[in-house]
């Protein structure tokens, strides 16, 4: 196999993977490393590009991350993106001032300078004349000083102060100030595809045709010859990781379900459904904890709280359940979202999942998915043969409807309410053909009692939360807008129960919010 072409270095960005998936996405590998770890693999290899990723850091920071002079001097092309720009910046000799209040958080708009200065890492994305462009901007610090040699690029819209991108043709050094591996930001694969095929010439090396043997082959050899356990939700991760493994293990994988009282309606028969059609040989036993589970949950009203709760009780049965079948390792559908969300791979802890960071010293746990994203996945379903129910599936948190209760306990009547409500939001979105454009449709209940009027009387009871999302990598995305007579549908049918006084709709993007209410 061909020595990887890019090396990413990477500076604890929740983003950084999302780097590794673009490059991918345009056929070419890539190695993502710490810089201590960068630079030593860049002492043997030599790579045709070098990427530096965002920070949850400050380069004024005491502890600021950095990059070798031997990188910076190799004559390696080098881009720069959003903390990897500021750090150039420092490094040759810029200024970058922190605690400005000037930062840009979100989409914005950055006009590219006229002229050549650019070296081609805007080719083609000039529309009519038209030098404006839609990026996803997030960053507190702003480089209010460019080094010498260097070019500006990049200019902000009139209401932010710096540099919003800058170049050393001579020293083939880039750098941004957004993030063009994020979705939001308009043809950001382009200038992805600009700097590693017309800027540092590299070749495609890697075809998504092979992804299903490759995992399949890494995964086997993992396991060996001993049996493993694989937590099916019906999901497209979990139901693709079984589907990838089942007609080599056999008898030697079992899938099994959990119903801890947080499913939607009507979803076992779904799961059960999407187990079968993975190929396993056994039917998926089917664990019923809501017992084990509601009292753990109820105990706090904080998200992380209930989360983490979750996650122990998830890990004794699947403890259990390994030890019952003889299994010495588990098989987890974790995503490259769910391990950056949760501070695996480096970057800031943002949310708890409760696959990922599970204690055991007798179980290995084994992530197959570990660098994919959920539209890599989708596509690996389609790959594999697995019905649309499967890849089309939208996500549906591990801890389910327990996350979609908020602001107090979790209860079995709070589960009741707030998963009939979903059932009957999702009937109405798909029959208006609204849920097949979404992403993800999170229902919740939020337990803060509004007056109201019903009946003649007065009311006094909690609302519910109705939120849309749309994006590919479930990194970023933007709310969204359900049409007013579908929003009056489901309004009427919700505020019918005699246990819902309200129903708000949340259409804000992801930054700032997340996906789920909590």
Not at 151 to 180: E, S, T, Y
Not at 333 to 352: H, K, N, Q, R, Y
């Amino acid at each position: 196999m061909k020595s990887l072409q890019v090396l990413v270095v990477n500076f604890r960005s929740q983003y950084t993977d999302l780097i590794g998936r673009s490059l991918r996405d345009l056929g070419v590998r890539s190695a993502i490393l710490p810089p201590e770890r960068a630079d030593k693999w860049f002492a043997k290899e030599r790579p045709q590009a070098v990427i530096l990723s965002g920070s949850d850091k400050s380069v004024n920071d005491a502890d600021a991350p950095d990059i070798s002079d031997a990188i910076l001097n190799s004559g390696v092309p080098i881009f720069g993106i959003c903390y990897g720009m500021q750090l150039l910046a420092k490094k040759f000799g810029g200024e970058v001032q922190s605690g400005t209040g000037e930062g840009n958080f979100g989409q914005t708009i950055i006009t590219f300078n006229s002229g050549n200065e650019d070296g081609g890492l805007w080719y083609g994305l000039w529309n009519s004349g038209d030098n404006r462009h839609v990026v996803h901007a997030s960053h507190g610090d702003v480089v209010t000083r460019i080094p010498l040699d260097f070019k500006r690029i990049a200019k902000p819209n009139a209401f932010h102060r710096g540099c919003m991108g800058m170049a050393d043709l001579k020293r083939k050094i880039w750098g941004v100030q957004f993030h063009p591996e994020v979705e939001d930001t308009i043809d950001g694969k382009r200038m992805l595809s600009n700097f590693v095929f017309k800027i540092a010439g590299c070749e495609k090396d890697w075809s998504p045709r092979n992804l299903a043997e490759e995992i399949r082959e890494t995964t086997i050899e993992a396991i060996g010859d001993r049996k493993a356990i694989v937590g099916f939700s019906g999901g497209v991760d979990s139901t693709s990781v079984t589907a990838l493994l089942s007609k080599v293990l056999e008898k030697r994988l079992e899938a099994f379900i959990i119903d801890g009282g947080n499913l939607r309606e009507r979803e076992m028969e779904k799961i059960v459904r999407h187990a079968w059609a993975t190929g396993i040989t056994e039917p998926p036993l089917v664990v019923r904890a809501a017992d084990k589970f509601v009292p753990a949950i109820a105990a706090s009203i904080h998200a992380e709280e209930k989360r983490k709760a979750f996650r122990l009780v998830y890990q004794n049965i699947l403890l259990t359940e390994a030890r019952r079948f003889g299994a010495s390792c588990i098989i987890q559908g974790s995503l490259a979202p769910d391990l950056i969300e949760s501070g695996e791979t480096g970057s800031a802890t943002i949310v708890s999942h409760h696959n990922v960071g599970l204690n055991f010293e007798e179980l290995e746990q084994i992530h197959p998915f570990k660098n994919l994203f959920k539209h890599e996945v989708r596509a690996l379903a389609q790959e594999l043969g697995l019905p649309e129910s499967v890849y089309n599936r939208q996500p549906f948190p591990g801890p389910g409807l327990f996350v979609r209760i908020v602001g107090q306990p979790v209860t079995y009547e709070r589960l009741a309410l707030v998963r009939w409500a979903d059932a009957r939001v999702c009937e109405i979105s798909k029959a208006s053909g609204d849920y097949q454009k979404m992403s993800q449709l999170v229902v919740a209940l939020l337990c803060l009692d509004t007056g109201g009027v019903k009946g003649d009387a007065r009311s006094y009871k909690p609302m519910i939360g109705v939120r849309g999302l749309v994006t590919w990598d479930f990194m970023t995305g933007r709310g969204y807008q359900l049409p007013p007579e579908v929003r009056r549908e489901i309004t009427q049918t919700l505020t019918k129960h005699p246990e819902i006084g309200k129903v708000g709709y949340f259409e804000g993007d992801k930054p700032p919010e997340r996906t789920e209410f909590e």
